[in-house]
């Protein structure tokens, strides 16, 4: 029988890569927004009637951290009831759930990477409303796998890659905040664990079954966000990309205040993961370098 895997939020960094990932292991059902509103939980039953899935894989979320400050019930519709609804759907068909986390569930105090089974404490109402989720999906207690993920970046979509390319032919200086610490993860590396799940001999459920339901999916290697701007910088220049920017300065989180408090170290474990893939995720610094030569690659100098 040919898996209908269906796939959330597939105009998103990590759904359009699990889009073209996943098509090898099945008949991919792209569900935008259009297909599956998720901000419509009261209506996911029915259109996840008519689609019939045989898997579900949800990646779409409410991202806008320091939005969801002032827009908290929209939060928790979009990253705890729909995924309630999602989970009770599968968990009556008995299929799989697979749904993406974040590590601003953690509190992030103190420097040791986060394990799965660590306390969390969510430091705003994006984290709050994700962990929401989290607990919604395990109450329902059908077949599921939450993959808590990091510092998302992919070449298209709204992210911190993206924002500091467009930066660095604008300006001259780039002040960046030097005592976040966390792993970049672009969406090719989540999309290659994902698919490295439906690939096992012992299938999505196997995975599952072996992961306890909860798993850390990242990159490997730590840096900060200076770090991370900083090798943006000088892998554009290394490729030939024309940049107006000449420093990058390292300042302190309390030097760039925001709405949404956000974790000091997002550090995750990643032993679980590696036991389940029989393997480690490539560096971030290794999943940084095929972005940029994608960039280049597409003959895109400017990708803002």
Same mark, same amino acid.
């Given at each position: 029988?040919?898996?209908?895997?269906?796939?959330?939020?597939?105009?998103?960094?990590?759904?359009?890569?699990?889009?073209?990932?996943?098509?090898?292991?099945?008949?991919?059902?792209?569900?935008?927004?259009?297909?599956?509103?998720?901000?419509?939980?009261?209506?996911?039953?029915?259109?996840?009637?008519?689609? %019939? +899935?045989?898997?579900?894989?949800?990646? #779409?979320?409410?991202? $806008?951290?320091?939005? *969801?400050?002032? =827009?908290?019930?929209?939060?928790?519709?979009?990253?705890?009831?729909?995924?309630?609804?999602?989970?009770?759907?599968?968990?009556?068909?008995?299929?799989?759930?697979?749904?993406?986390?974040?590590?601003?569930?953690?509190?992030?105090?103190?420097?040791?990477?986060?394990?799965?089974?660590?306390?969390?404490?969510?430091?705003?109402?994006?984290?709050?409303?994700?962990?929401?989720?989290?607990?919604?999906?395990?109450?329902?207690?059908?077949?599921?796998?939450?993959?808590?993920?990091?510092?998302?970046?992919?070449?298209?979509?709204?992210?911190?890659?993206?924002?500091?390319?467009?930066?660095?032919?604008?300006?001259?200086?780039?002040?960046?905040?030097?005592?976040?610490?966390? %792993? +970049?993860?672009?969406?090719?590396?989540? #999309?290659?664990?994902? $698919?490295?799940?439906? *690939?096992?001999? =012992?299938?999505?459920?196997?995975?599952?079954?072996?992961?306890?339901?909860?798993?850390?999916?990242?990159?490997?290697?730590?840096?900060?966000?200076?770090?991370?701007?900083?090798?943006?910088?000088?892998?554009?220049?290394?490729?030939?990309?024309?940049?107006?920017?000449?420093?990058?300065?390292?300042?302190?989180?309390?030097?760039?205040?925001?709405?949404?408090?956000?974790?000091?170290?997002?550090?995750?474990?990643?032993?679980?993961?590696?036991?389940?893939?029989?393997?480690?995720?490539?560096?971030?610094?290794?999943?940084?370098?095929?972005?940029?030569?994608?960039?280049?690659?597409?003959?895109?100098?400017?990708?803002?």
């Amino acid at each position: 029988m040919t898996l209908r895997i269906l796939v959330t939020g597939v105009t998103g960094q990590v759904g359009s890569a699990l889009t073209r990932k996943l098509a090898a292991f099945g008949i991919v059902v792209p569900a935008s927004r259009t297909v599956l509103d998720l901000t419509q939980p009261q209506d996911i039953a029915s259109r996840l009637d008519d689609i %019939a +899935p045989d898997v579900i894989v949800n990646p #779409a979320a409410y991202t $806008a951290v320091d939005r *969801a400050e002032d =827009e908290r019930d929209l939060a928790f519709r979009v990253n705890a009831e729909a995924p309630r609804a999602l989970a009770e759907w599968s968990a009556r068909r008995r299929i799989p759930l697979l749904h993406f986390s974040t590590d601003y569930v953690y509190s992030g105090r103190g420097t040791t990477p986060w394990k799965e089974g660590d306390e969390t404490g969510p430091l705003s109402i994006y984290g709050a409303s994700k962990l929401a989720g989290e607990a919604a999906i395990r109450e329902v207690a059908g077949q599921h796998l939450i993959a808590r993920t990091s510092w998302v970046y992919a070449p298209t979509g709204s992210n911190f890659l993206r924002t500091m390319v467009r930066l660095a032919q604008e300006r001259e200086e780039l002040r960046v905040v030097a005592d976040q610490i966390g %792993a +970049p993860t672009s969406a090719t590396i989540i #999309a290659d664990a994902l $698919a490295a799940f439906f *690939a096992s001999p =012992e299938g999505v459920s196997g995975v599952i079954q072996r992961a306890d339901g909860l798993l850390h999916v990242a990159a490997t290697g730590s840096t900060s966000w200076h770090g991370f701007a900083t090798a943006i910088v000088e892998g554009l220049r290394a490729r030939g990309v024309p940049l107006k920017v000449e420093r990058v300065v390292a300042i302190g989180t309390a030097d760039y205040p925001t709405k949404a408090h956000r974790p000091i170290n997002s550090r995750l474990d990643l032993s679980k993961l590696s036991e389940v893939l029989g393997h480690s995720t490539p560096d971030w610094s290794a999943g940084l370098a095929t972005v940029l030569d994608e960039f280049v690659v597409s003959g895109i100098k400017s990708p803002i």
